[in-house]
């Protein structure tokens, strides 16, 4: 025998039944349970409304209300979204919903501007550049002198009439 190795004993080999029961075991602990939404260990995961879901995004609620009005955390409602909808990041799919509900918004302003004027005004402002009509007014610099002039000597008048009145009563507290 060479120097430096020993005699060790041979590792036993599984017997076929243990291997075999170790296999069932291991296949029990892979199977889903439950609810397939179920990522990792823990309780089963809960139904989500995914139509709910979309509408919520599209009125533009928060992910924490449309995780409240689901009754899940918002964590949850992340994971989940992102695997129903194919491993895209939560902002991605949430941008994209909200976009449909800015069409239904614009779609129902269009319509409601047929019978609304406020709305038509206001949509011609925003998306065809029509604005309020504004009437040009030609200030001279004489007519500025001459306005100044006024504003000044009515501070004067003002600031006289002010000191009348204190000397008034002053007067009548002496008397």
Known sequence: MPKGKHNSP???RVIPKAAEQLEKQLEKMAA???????????RPGKDIDWIMF??????HCTQSEIASMLKIHPDTLRDRAIEYYNDIDFSTIYKKLQENGKCSLRRNQFAMSKTNASMAIWLGKQYLGQKDKEEETNVTPETLNAFNSFMTMLNKAQSSALNKDETNNSTEIKS
Request: proline share 10%.
């Open 54 to 59: 979309e509408n919520l995004c599209g009125i």
């Open 32 to 42: 889903p349970k439950g609810n397939q939404n179920s990522v990792g260990h823990g």
């Open 10 to 12: 041979k590792p036993k």
